[in-house]
C-alpha cells in the first residue's frame, strides 16, 4: 500500500528510499515544544500561583499534550529517515540508543530530587517534610527493595512518569514503522488505534508501585497515539490539514464549548454567572469522566488537542512564517529575541524538561521561604525560565562539540 504524499508545508523528511533527504527543522516545531518546557515548569513549582492560568486550567489538554504530540513529530526527523535510509534493524538500534539515554536521564532525575529533598529534610531548617511532599517516604524507609523498582520502572512515582511512559513509546516506535513499510500506513494507523482503544478499559494498566493498587499517571498504550499522530504528520503519512474557515470555527467552537467540562475554573465562572446552566453542566460532567481522563488518554482529550493544535498551526502560517518578525521596529526586535529563546528552550528539550523538575522543586523550596505574593513569585518563575533557557544553550553548546572545532 502506497503512503501518503508528504506535505510540502510540514516538510518532512522524505519517505522515498531512492534519494534521501536532508533532515529539515519545522520552526513550529521547536516554538511549540519550547512554550509546552515553560508551562511544564510553571506546572511543577510547588504552590506556584501561575500554575491557575497554564491551559490545563481552561480545557481538556494541557502542556503534557505538546510535549507528546511534538516529540512524535520530532522523532519523525531524527529517527524516521535512519529507518529509511539503513533499514529496519539499525533503525530500531537507533531508537535503542535514545531510550537508553532517556532511562538514565530518569533515573538520574529521581536521584537527585530524592537526594535534595533528603538534604534539606536533614539540614533540619526547615518545618516541612519534603521527603514526604514527594510521597517518597516508602523509597527512604525501605530502599533496598524501591531501588530494584526503580531501576526496572515497577516502582514510577508521580512526579516522575512523564519519562516512563516517553520510553515505552519509544520502544512501540520499530513496531509501527515496520507496519507502515510492510503492509502501509493504514496498518500501522490501525494497529494504533486498536491499541490505545483497548487502553482505554484499563486492561493495560502497568503497575506504579508495589504496596498499592496504583497505575502509571500516564499508560504509554494509550498516549501513543498522540505522539504516532505527530509522529505520522511529520513523515508525511497523514497529509497537513487545509487552511479552512469552517475547521477554523469547528476547531475554536470545540474549545470553547467543552471548556466546562474540561475545566473546573471555567465552571465556577459559568456557576457565578448562570446557577441553572452550571447546574445542567453539572449534571452532565460525570458522562464525560471517561472521555476527559488523562491516565489513559481520553478521547476529548485527543479532539480537544486536535482542535488546538490545527489553530496553532494555522496561526503560526505556513513554514511558520507568522511567527517571524518582519518589522525593524522595537516590537518586532523584541518579539525575534523571544522567539529565538522559546525555539533554543524547544530545541532541547530533553536536557531542558529533566533540569526544569529539579529546579521546580527546589522553587518551591524558595517560595515556602519567601511566601508566595506576587513578586517573590514573579522573582521565582523568571528565575526558572532564566536557568531552563541558559540549560538550552549549554546543551547546545555541548552537542556543538566545540572542542572538535578547527581554530
Not at 11 to 28: E, G, I
Not at 183 to 206: C, D, E, K, N
Not at 350 to 375: C, E, N
Amino acid at each position: 500500500m502506497a503512503t501518503v504524499s508528504p506535505s510540502t508545508d510540514f516538510a518532512p523528511v522524505a519517505a522515498s528510499t531512492a534519494t534521501p533527504a536532508v533532515r529539515v527543522r519545522d520552526p513550529r516545531l521547536d516554538f511549540y515544544r519550547g512554550i509546552a518546557m515553560f508551562i511544564i515548569l510553571i506546572a511543577h513549582i510547588p504552590g506556584d500561583p501561575w500554575a491557575r492560568w497554564i491551559p490545563a486550567r481552561f480545557g481538556f489538554s494541557d502542556a503534557t499534550e505538546i510535549f507528546v504530540f511534538c516529540s512524535g513529530m520530532a522523532s519523525a526527523i531524527a529517527f524516521g529517515g535512519a529507518f529509511v535510509r539503513k533499514g529496519w534493524w539499525m533503525g530500531t538500534a537507533r531508537v535503542a540508543f535514545r531510550i537508553w539515554q532517556v532511562y538514565w536521564a530518569h533515573i538520574g532525575l529521581f536521584f537527585f530530587v530524592a537526594m535534595s529533598m533528603a538534604a534539606l529534610d536533614q539540614s533540619g531548617l526547615f518545618e516541612k517534610t519534603y521527603i514526604n511532599s514527594l510521597n517518597l517516604q516508602h523509597f527512604f524507609k525501605d530502599p533496598a527493595s524501591q531501588m530494584v523498582g526503580i531501576f526496572t520502572l515497577t516502582y514510577v512515582p508521580n512526579y516522575f512518569d512523564i519519562l516512563p511512559m516517553y520510553l515505552v513509546v519509544l520502544a512501540l516506535m520499530p513496531v509501527f514503522v515496520g507496519l507502515q513499510q510492510k503492509l502501509g500506513f493504514w496498518a500501522a494507523a490501525l494497529a494504533s488505534v486498536a491499541l490505545w482503544a483497548v487502553a482505554q478499559t484499563g486492561v493495560l494498566a502497568l503497575p506504579a508501585e508495589p504496596w498499592s493498587a496504583r497505575e502509571w499517571f500516564f499508560n504509554p498504550f494509550g498516549w501513543q497515539l498522540l505522539f504516532f499522530t505527530g509522529f505520522a504528520f511529520m513523515r508525511g503519512w497523514i497529509p497537513a490539514p487545509p487552511v479552512s474557515k469552517t475547521l477554523i470555527w469547528v476547531s475554536a467552537l470545540f474549545l470553547v464549548l467543552s471548556a466546562p467540562f474540561g475545566s473546573w475554573k471555567v465552571f465556577l465562572w459559568i456557576d457565578a454567572w448562570n446557577s441553572d446552566l452550571a447546574d445542567q453542566i453539572r449534571k452532565v460532567w460525570p458522562l464525560t469522566k471517561e472521555f476527559r481522563d488523562k491516565t489513559e488518554f481520553g478521547l476529548f482529550r485527543y479532539m480537544h488537542f486536535l482542535a488546538l493544535a490545527y489553530l496553532g498551526w494555522v496561526v503560526a502560517g505556513e513554514k511558520g512564517a507568522r511567527l517571524i518578525a518582519t518589522g525593524t521596529g522595537a516590537l518586532a526586535q523584541l518579539w525575534q529575541v523571544v522567539l529565538t529563546l522559546i525555539t533554543k528552550v524547544g530545541q532541547q528539550s530533553l536536557a531542558v524538561f529533566v533540569f526544569s523538575m529539579a529546579a521546580a522543586r527546589i522553587l518551591g523550596v524558595l517560595l515556602d521561604q519567601t511566601g508566595r505574593d506576587f513578586f517573590p513569585v514573579l522573582f521565582a518563575n523568571l528565575l526558572g525560565f532564566a536557568l531552563i533557557i541558559g540549560v538550552a544553550y549549554l546543551a547546545g553548546w555541548f552537542k556543538s562539540q566545540p572542542w572538535k572545532a578547527k581554530k
